[in-house]
């Protein structure tokens, strides 16, 4: 029960307050308020007299935040600046009103109008205290993708740490600003001290041995996680049971080889994986002729789990020294790539440990990896799980063991020029224009074809993964950030060139241009120096839009035709599967629909018809594969739910068969690949500190039993509609034969004449 004045007025004068942290400075306290700090609502209330004690002894007062745009409190000083320079963090007691879990933003300005704003997400419960650090701080800096969870609790009180991006002078802080985006009600918060504080030693708090042994996170606890080597022995032997018991119940007499559905229509058997549209869907076909929808996992590798431990060995609790058993697990390497994917990472460099393949020796023995166990273990496990697909990035060993079909990405790189739309998360676009990426291409794509080339069961390559083909936002400089990021670029750049010579093909002279721009451009030449800003597209002169369609459209063409030319040259009867689009413009993706086999996409959305417009992609009547989708949760180890994160764990598994029900009900849709196999490192994967539980398997080679049945159950359900519906056409058709050798009948059924399956099987290079 939280009691409120007047019982309160007495008590706020005779009961101690909770006392403040050693080393906080209180410069502001909303129970016990002077003159010392002004204080400033707008949408918000703040009565003079509303304090309340809560059921833990702290008395605090409340501030509403009202249904607005952005109701705020602002808490500034009441004359001059705060010079907080020798201060590492603004700290503030808080507690949600609610319960349940409040968005609160917390903006910082210094006089020189510069800020730093923290997006705070305070949980239900007691009172803790709130740290914005007065530097730009976020997980990344401690070289992963989320932190541990908060609140944490340093010296006997709950503190919560929060992120904070920008920048401001701590010598001259002229403002504190909370808000809340929004808010549907009446939304309340209950505050007391107000001021600044050292934030190292909690920061060395949340931080320090976050790691067990085992690679596992020391912050939670879950069914499956692991304690001794003995638990492990036993999680594997009691899982071998359950695979042989799963292997042994598939239906094989159902399928090919392949995978593909034996019972259905007669496709035509070319010997390799083809695509076909047949009564209005489409269709992966077997090397046997027969329907194939591919249900996949990415990163089904032993060696991608590694993480960074050098400068942060505080973070784990038990790595090994030199001569210890599992030591020959350490490695090095350097991400610093200077991408932006790697933009605020720190611990991008140097040593990093490999638990996950320590726990593969401590669960099998053995003086080290056994490829050939792990490679039978894991195919045993991906077909008992009712997928059918080995997907991108993956162990080559999977593909030769000639079992599940696989994928391949072409590996493209060479010292090309490139072009900055902005984001640029993998690096900047290739530019197609220029000779030497033909020539990376060509290198690229005659290795690949090696050692693939006439592999039945290689269901093609990937040209790439989430090039930045737009950049960041939805405005048309986002829209259009290829065209503009080509202009700002020097003419020695071979897009650049091509661009100009566009314009002067069209426009003749600088007049023309000058006129369907709306612009002053008194020659040529300035369109050729760095840095060069065309106009924005606008209803007045839609010739602007028109032209940077028109480029996009052109370098799309030339990236897509030089990769599926030198494919068609050295591997003429393997797919090539599109660009794997995080973002994307409907011009790359024309482009794709022209010179692919099939349209991938990376979605990270609850269904994929909210990844992207499918009744456009029905113009450009192509199938699409969805090469990455995933769904996480926080309450397993790793510290990041990724883009689409559920509350919990129980809820990965609807998740996953929501979004493999609504894929299957698209036409367009030949497969769908799951985004990973093991759980990324906790304190982040080399790559770019991602540190995500989204996967199958733990990173003690345990899987998640709930999660895996649930997926399990999903993908043969899957197949079995697959089945339905293939049985199903193949009654049809016969009966459209019967008919069609009737007199007055051409003979001809849906998927035999010109603009059917003859039109849209093969290749399409």
């Keep these: 029960m939280i009691r409120t004045l007047p019982a309160l007025f007495a008590l706020l004068f005779t009961a101690p307050l909770m006392a403040a942290p050693a080393g906080q400075q209180t410069l502001f306290n909303f129970v016990r308020p002077a003159d010392v700090v002004k204080v400033a609502t ?31 409190l602002v808490l500034s000083p009441q004359a001059g600046t705060w010079d907080w320079s020798q201060s590492g963090a603004m700290s503030l007691r808080i507690q949600s009103a609610m319960d349940w879990a409040l968005t609160l933003y917390v903006k910082v300005q210094s006089s020189d109008g510069k800020t730093l704003v923290s997006r705070i997400d305070l949980p239900a419960g007691p009172a803790q205290t709130l740290l914005v650090p007065l530097q730009a701080s976020s997980p990344l800096s401690q070289g992963m993708k989320a932190g541990p969870p908060m609140p944490i609790t340093v010296d006997g009180q709950r503190v919560l740490l929060a992120s904070s991006i920008g920048e401001i002078d701590r010598s001259q802080v002229v403002s504190v600003t909370l808000s809340m985006i929004k808010p549907n009600a009446a939304q ?12 190292e030693p909690v920061l060395k708090a949340a931080y320090s041995e ?87 996992v990415n990163t089904v590798a032993p060696d991608n789990s590694q993480t960074y431990v ?33 933009e605020g990472r720190s611990f991008g460099a140097g040593r990093w440990y490999d638990f996950y393949g320590a726990n593969l020796q401590r669960t099998y023995g053995g003086e080290g990896f056994d490829q050939k166990r792990w490679v039978t273990h894991t195919l045993d496990r991906l077909q008992a799980w009712g997928f059918n697909t080995v997907g991108n990035w993956s162990a080559g060993a999977l593909a030769t063991a000639d079992r599940v079909p696989y994928t391949l990405p072409l590996s493209i790189v060479g010292d090309y020029a490139s072009i900055s739309t902005g984001t640029d998360w993998w690096g ?67 897009a650049k060139r091509a661009f100009l010579k566009q314009l002067r093909d069209k426009y003749r002279n600088e007049q023309g241009l000058s006129k369907a721009w709306g612009i002053e451009l008194a020659g040529w030449e300035l369109m050729e120096d760095p840095g060069f800003e065309p106009p924005m597209p606008n209803p007045e002169h839609p010739e602007i839009e028109a032209d940077f369609k028109y480029f996009q459209k052109t370098f799309a063409d030339a990236y897509f035709k030089t990769i599926s030319d030198s494919l068609k040259w050295h591997a003429p009867n393997q797919l090539l599967l599109g660009g794997r689009y995080a973002v994307s413009t409907p011009e790359a993706v024309a482009s794709c629909a022209q010179y692919c086999d099939v349209l991938s996409f990376n979605m990270y959305t609850l269904k994929p018809q909210d990844g992207y417009d499918f009744a456009a992609l029905h113009a450009l009547d192509k199938p699409v594969l969805i090469t990455e989708f995933n769904f996480g949760s926080a309450d397993r180890g790793p510290f990041w739910g990724g883009v689409t994160q559920v509350a919990r764990e129980e809820e990965r ?52 039993q709930g999660f895996v049945d649930s997926v399990r159950r999903s993908n043969l359900a899957a197949v079995d509609q697959l089945g339905k519906e293939a049985e199903k056409a193949k009654a049809a058709s016969t009966v459209r034969e019967s008919e069609g050798s009737k007199p007055g009948h051409d003979g001809k059924g849906p998927g035999q004449g010109a603009g059917h399956a003859g039109g849209h099987s093969g290749n399409g290079h």
């Design 42 to 72: 707008q949408d918000a209330s703040l009565p003079q007299y509303n304090a309340e004690q809560t059921p833990e002894g702290e008395v605090l007062r409340r501030i509403t935040f009202n249904p607005a745009a952005e109701p705020s």
């Design 188 to 199: 309340s918060i209950l505050l007391e001290r107000f001021g600044v504080q050292d934030s």
């Design 210 to 296: 976050l790691v067990d042994a085992y690679g596992q996170s020391t912050r939670a606890r879950w069914p499956e996680k692991v304690s001794s080597d003995e638990q492990l022995k036993a999680a594997a032997a009691k899982e071998q049971t359950q695979l042989q018991g799963w292997l042994a119940a598939r239906d094989k007499s159902a399928l090919d080889k392949f995978g593909g559905w034996n019972k259905g229509p007669a496709f035509k058997a070319s010997g390799f994986f083809r695509t076909e549209k047949r009564d209005g869907r489409w269709y992966l076909v077997t090397p046997e002729g027969h329907p194939f929808y591919s249900l996949g």
């Design 310 to 342: 050098a400068g942060r060995e505080w973070m784990f609790a038990a790595l090994p020294k030199a001569g210890e058993p599992f030591d020959k697990y350490y490695g090095s390497g350097d991400n610093r790539t200077g991408n932006g994917a790697g």
């Design 428 to 494: 900047g676009m290739p530019d197609p224009f220029d000779p030497r990426f033909a020539m990376a291409t060509e290198r690229a794509v005659a290795i690949a074809a090696r050692d693939h080339r006439d592999d039945p069961w290689l269901i093609g390559f990937f040209a790439d993964n989430e090039l930045a083909w737009a950049g960041p936002g939805d405005d048309p400089k986002s829209r259009y950030a290829l065209a503009y990021g080509t202009l700002r670029m020097t003419t020695d750049v071979p």
């Design 653 to 704: 598994g609807a998740a996953y068969a929501n979004f493999l029900k609504q894929a299957m009900a698209e036409p367009s849709i030949v497969g769908v690949h799951w985004f990973q196999y093991l759980d990324q490192p906790v304190t982040g994967r080399l790559l770019d500190g991602e540190n995500g539980h989204f996967g199958l398997v733990g990173i003690t080679d345990v899987p998640f």
